[in-house]
């Protein structure tokens, strides 16, 4: 008995265990004779099983805080979120952010974080006799004043070994309380900000992620409580050189 | 008429979230990438819940809602500016726990070189092991197109990981 002819699709359902038991075996005759088929389908179920093991982890991970129940509350109140980017939308005259970045909750916060950090940069750092409340002459005081508002003990990072220096720092208004903004500057007069705000409830880590407003470019991330964004008006590379740079003394 | 509380159906879907995560990180090929598109597709699951009929098999709802997300993403030309930048995306990279280390690894890469149609149907049928129905209601196709992209997703998959020439001579048909 020849074996019966097999459509691809068949082939595709055998390698899925989709065809049922009679027609499977018909199918399992068929390879027998036909070298070339069996071994696609001996590498597809390869595939299959590699893709259960490539992303097993995935299943069994740590589901991360944003979408997990305790942050349902969060995920429970799109209208609200929806509302806040309308409002932030209407509100800003600013063009160049993208409404993508406003639809989901920790993004919008982040992202937030990244645009009041922008607007912050470019108010005050043109700013050329008062750049700062504070100046780094008074860095002890600067840090325990603004620790205090904040309500946690804040560090700031030295860039010397980038090319900066601390100016000195000031108290902002952020999304749900006080903030605080550093300034610092390279032997050219250019000036980067760190803004850093904390929130109540985050215990989020984020990756870098980055922002472009006009001229300004914004390195973002949280850090469990504490969010953070660099600004300046230089290029990229070397805004992130800088952010890493922060990252890593803050993360020591 | 009773519809299902925001609670419940919260419940509910928060069970397929780990799934969610594994489809959405091997289709983007990113895990920041993968876990904003299940939060936008949790969200919108969330206000589209009333479109969800009891009963009925959420699972295959959740992936229909999230691919939904997915495709606007895609052809929305404003893809997010965010960028990975850290080595975040690393500790969730795929782990190879068998000998075919290799084979694992370029089999992540090789999916991102897939078609997105492909790769989606590839997910579904071989890591989400959704039968051939489920996958058509999902990605809202015929059934027919699932087994085409599947065939043509999986040729080229094993094209790309056993470094193959990309395309197969053409057979001749009797």
Known sequence: MSAPSVTEAELQAYVDGQLPPARAAEVAQHLAQHEEDAQRVAAYRRQNENLQLAYAPLLAGAVPARLQPGVRRRWQLPVQRYALAAALMAVSGIAGWQSHAYIAGERTQTFYLARVAAVAHAVYSPEVRHPVEVGADQEEHLVRWLSKRLGTGLKIPHLAAQGYTLVGGRLLPGERGPAAQFMYQDSKGQRLTLYVRVSKEGREQTAFRFAQENNVGVFYWLDGRLGYALSGETDRAELLRVADAVYRQLNP | ?174
């Open chain 2, 1 to 174: 008429m009773n519809r299902p509380a925001s609670d419940e159906f919260a419940t509910q879907a928060m069970q397929y979230i780990p799934r969610l995560r594994r489809y959405a990180r091997a289709l983007t090929g990113d895990a920041s990438a993968a876990d904003d598109l299940v939060q936008d597709a949790l969200e919108r699951a969330l206000v589209k819940q009333k479109l969800w009929r009891e009963g009925t098999d959420l699972r295959a709802w959740l992936f229909t809602v999230m691919h939904n997300v997915f495709v606007n993403q895609v052809r929305s030309a404003a893809v997010s500016r965010t960028v990975q930048l850290d080595d975040d995306a690393m500790a969730e990279r795929p782990q190879p726990q068998s000998s075919d280390r290799l084979e694992i690894r370029d089999l992540d890469a090789a999916l991102q070189a897939l078609p997105e149609e492909q790769r989606a149907v590839v997910l579904l049928v071989g890591l989400e092991q959704m039968t051939y129905d489920e996958a058509a209601r999902v990605l809202e196709v015929p059934i027919g197109t699932v087994m085409s992209r599947l065939s043509r997703g999986r040729e080229r998959l094993r094209r790309l990981t056993q470094g193959l020439p990309e395309t197969a001579p053409l057979k001749v048909v009797k």
